[in-house]
């Protein structure tokens, strides 16, 4: 059985995939704005946390 802390680990990386993955989307249409900067402001919107971005990204996608 895996650990907690080993699944959280693997949700973080899936998380953070998805978001660079987002911030890359995001880069195309503002060219001007560097990667790290949209990749931030993606994480900034849920205070940091990378599960809660992703929620919170999935969920606008999936009202639009």
Known sequence: M???QDRIKAI????DAFLDEKAKQLSEATPDVP???LRNL????AYGCQCRA???ISSVS???
């Open 2 to 4: 895996t650990s907690l």
């Open 12 to 15: 973080q990386a899936d998380a």
């Open 35 to 37: 990667l790290h900067v």
């Open 42 to 45: 993606l994480t900034n919107r």
């Open 54 to 56: 992703v929620l919170n």
């Open 62 to 64: 999936e009202a639009a």
